[in-house]
């Protein structure tokens, strides 16, 4: 079947070391589903899926414990009929030091892995999900002195190259240099694998690879070397858009 899907959650708003619910809700405009579909969620910064309340239809393709670092879960439900849809809800955790801020995550809706359904339009299988941190533990002046800034040079045009290099920009806006490494965690966007054509810059390997391109891959760079005060660091990260995709 040309299954058309689409992807919503309801809002999220957290505190420090809260237990929270997230509901995600899987629609199809298109034809009848004849297979299951799945939900594919990359947690945000400081949040976690609560592994004692996982669902028994979901799984963890990537868990990770430490709250810096983005965990995957998929899970796998009844494919919805024209214009009906299907709920998935999963318990999040977050971290005692969560910051005041928006994090962001990723989920995203696909027809299951060997299912016969196609999906005929890609533009609304992805969803940002932004989570309000409403307030922190971190206490007035606590804060370190080192304010890393991560930001995006070179952007690549995977539309019409396939193949390019994404680079990111680690800055130092602080008032003191770093000390010691600084670890860099990169998460390939929905629907772009990172590149085979080069390799990964030195010190960066792979925490999670996954070829699939609605998966997101995580790469961890070491940037052993301080980051003096208003210095910056560059991060050359290969990436390609798989073909199934464009």
């Not at 899970?75 to 969560?98: D, F, K, M, R």
């Amino acid at each position: 079947s040309a299954v058309d899907l689409s992807i919503s959650s309801s809002a999220l708003a957290v505190l420090p070391q809260q237990n929270v619910p997230i509901t995600f809700t899987i629609g199809n405009s298109g034809q009848s589903a004849s297979g299951q579909v799945r939900l594919i969620f990359q947690t945000p910064f400081f949040v976690n899926v609560d592994a004692a309340q996982l669902p028994p239809n979901c799984a963890f393709l990537y868990q990770n414990t430490d709250f810096t670092i983005p965990s995957i879960v998929q899970c796998l439900l009844s494919g919805p009929a024209n214009g009906q849809s299907v709920s998935q809800t999963l318990q999040l955790v977050t971290a005692p030091n969560i910051p005041k801020q928006r994090v962001w995550g990723v989920a995203v809706a696909m027809p299951a892995d060997g299912s016969a359904d196609v999906e005929q339009y890609l533009g609304d299988n992805e969803l940002t999900v932004v989570t309000s941190v409403l307030q922190s533990n971190v206490p007035p002046g606590a804060q370190n002195l080192v304010r890393l800034v991560v930001g995006q040079g070179v952007v690549p045009n995977l539309l019409t190259s396939r193949d390019g290099v994404s680079t990111m920009l680690v800055s130092n806006h602080g008032s003191v240099a770093t000390q010691g490494a600084t670890l860099f965690t990169y998460i390939t966007p929905v629907f772009v694998n990172v590149g085979s054509g080069a390799p990964l810059p030195a010190g960066c390997g792979f925490l999670y690879e996954n070829p699939d391109p609605a998966v997101p891959s995580i790469v961890q760079c070491v940037i052993s070397a301080s980051i003096p005060v208003g210095g910056q660091v560059a991060i050359p990260i290969p990436v390609a858009m798989p073909p199934a995709t464009y």
